[in-house]
């Protein structure tokens, strides 16, 4: 059972209103975190849907409307307007407060955002590890952050107290905390999310080119790895524009690893060699396998696992 907690921020602005937005909205108040919560976006239909859906309190179009008098910031909207906003709320920000985001590119964030960010004000970014290829307020849900990772990347504005209260806020959201360096966090989810994001684009993109050949026999008889791929290449398409232009070093290092273990695949089915393609497939099996171990194997919320929240 998950009973609500104690109130950590009265007010919670979110600029953007999303997927990952409202769900921080819907869970912080269904955990009691919260007393407050403003947002803003860009289009009316959005704001009218988080307000009719009783996502937030109030929903303005400026970011710095939603701000003034917050507690918590957090933007949620793509990594590439993060330095524009960040100076259009910085004068508004109230001392005290607390700024974070949750894009999943973070020295870029950091590099962005940070010298905006005035004397009085703590700036912690994150990264919940988690999501849907759904976007929109109505598609968030209080569930989506049970038992993942929200990943915490201290700048120089960040004091140990916000850090810690952070950390109890996601906490309370569900998620389980590590805190990294912003450069390595880029280039262990170059790895685990931008590159599988990038191979799934990049496969769907060639199955529509030979759609029109095969007359729709790619859609027809997907099987469940190109099924998978599809459900990865639906993503928001300015979220992960954003993601690749601005974790470019990381994703071409790694990009260029796995180019060099393809072309060994290759070599191996080219040549014949069983041996290779076996091992290779008995070590990714056993990834798998401590993907299950560690409870991380499903993207249903909470890991198709039942929860209950107590009110």
């Not at 303005?60 to 409307?65: G, H, L, R, T, Y």
């Not at 990347?153 to 905390?177: H, M």
């Not at 690749?244 to 990381?250: G, Q, T, V």
Request: net charge negative; with cysteine.
């Amino acid at each position: 059972m998950t009973k609500k907690q104690d109130v950590m921020f009265k007010k919670m602005a979110l600029i953007g209103i999303g997927l990952i937005g409202s769900s921080i909205a819907r869970a912080a108040r269904q955990k009691g975190l919260v007393t407050e919560i403003s947002c803003s976006a860009r289009t009316h239909d959005t704001r009218r849907t988080a307000l009719e859906l009783g996502v937030v309190d109030e929903a303005f179009e400026q970011a710095i409307d939603a701000v003034k008098d917050a507690d918590l910031v957090i933007l949620c909207t793509p990594v590439g307007t993060y330095e524009k906003l960040a100076e259009e709320i910085a004068p508004v920000l109230k001392k005290g407060a607390l700024v974070s985001d949750v894009g999943s590119v973070k020295q870029m964030v950091v590099e962005a955002m940070e010298p905006h960010i005035p004397e009085g004000v703590d700036f912690v970014p994150g990264h919940p590890i988690s999501g849907t290829e759904k976007s929109g307020p109505a598609a968030g849900f209080a569930e989506l952050f049970e038992n993942r990772w929200c990943i915490l990347t201290p700048s120089r504005k960040s004091t140990e107290e916000a850090v810690e209260k952070l950390s109890d806020f996601w906490k309370g959201l569900g998620s389980d905390i590590e805190v990294m360096d912003p450069r390595h966090h880029d280039l262990v989810l170059a790895i685990t999310s931008h590159i599988p994001h990038l191979v799934a684009y990049n496969i769907v993109g060639t199955a529509d080119d030979l759609e029109e050949v095969t007359q729709s026999e790619v859609i027809k008889y997907s099987a469940g790895g190109f099924r998978d791929f599809t459900r990865l290449a639906a993503s928001d398409p300015t979220m992960w524009r954003d993601v690749f232009l601005h974790n470019k070093e990381a994703v071409l290092e790694m990009l260029g690893r796995f180019s060099e273990d393809l072309t060994a695949l290759q070599r191996a089915i080219r040549w014949g060699d069983g041996d290779a393609l076996f091992q290779m497939f008995s070590r990714t099996r056993a990834i798998r396998r401590q993907i299950i171990d560690a409870g991380q194997e499903t993207a249903e919320a909470d890991f198709g696992r039942s929860t209950h929240i107590e009110d």
